[in-house]
């Protein structure tokens, strides 16, 4: 199947440094990609819908200016958390679709990136 | 609105019994329906999903769902529970606008020996 990567898998920064998190596809090109943050014992809450060449979505309640998403190529978006706070830490995790060429669907699946733990102090 | 309902946020199980996870679900349109699992500081694997068709959806692991359009209800079961299928257990519908997700707020299966 196809295989989404994230890196770093894990972070500790200093309260008001930013952090960059990389989502990458490996095997296929990800037209679409997500970013979600979760905090322990709950489910994924979406921040943003990232699409190649644009600008991302972002869901209500989520400040664009401290996490910016940038996604240049068709397999590589980022996440960056600037200026962050104890509040930022959190379990990130990012999801790409594969578009499939040549075919218009209404949906494609989902591939999950392993995640990223970012932890402020 | 659109929602995923999982009742039961967390369900202990012997090791050998049967499992059922419930899962409902408020869509407008006909709805794409998965399950996704997690092992604890990992990210969801996805273990079945159902499109169209037969409404009983055979996934990995002997995992198996089945959509009940009359219920709005797409069920996890699995007939004997193993000791590394403890996890949590996320039920999602979608596309949403976008093709976006909706996640439930997840079941944390626990085994006992």
């Known amino acids: 199947g196809a295989v989404v990567s994230q890196h770093p898998s894990w972070v500790i920064c200093k309260s008001g440094t930013s952090v960059k998190i990389e989502c990458r596809s490996l095997d296929f090109q990800a037209t679409t990609m997500f970013w979600y943050r979760q905090f322990p014992k709950q489910s994924l809450m979406l921040m943003a819908t990232s699409n190649e060449g644009s600008k991302a979505t972002y869901e209500q309640g989520v400040e664009k200016d401290k996490f910016l998403i940038n996604h240049a190529s068709l397999t590589l978006s980022t996440l960056t958390v600037t200026s962050a706070h104890p509040e930022d830490s959190s379990f990130y995790i990012c999801s790409a679709n594969e578009g499939l060429a040549g075919y218009l669907s209404s949906y494609n699946e989902q591939f999950f990136g392993p995640g990223t733990r970012l932890t402020v102090l | 609105a659109q929602s995923v309902t999982q009742p039961d946020i967390h369900i202990t199980v012997s090791e050998g019994a049967s499992l059922e996870l419930r899962c409902n679900y408020s869509y407008g349109a006909t709805p794409y329906l998965f399950w996704y699992v997690q092992s604890p500081g990992q990210g969801l694997q996805l273990l079945l999903k159902?499109?169209?068709?037969?409404?009983l959806v055979q996934g990995i692991k002997g995992f198996e769902a089945e959509f009940k359009r009359s219920q709005s209800s797409f069920n996890l079961r699995k007939p004997s529970v193993h000791w590394s299928d403890a996890a949590e257990y996320f039920c999602a519908v979608g596309p949403n606008q976008g093709g976006k997700l909706i996640f439930g707020q997840g079941t944390e299966l626990s085994v006992k020996p």
């Open positions: 159902y499109f169209s068709g037969d409404t």
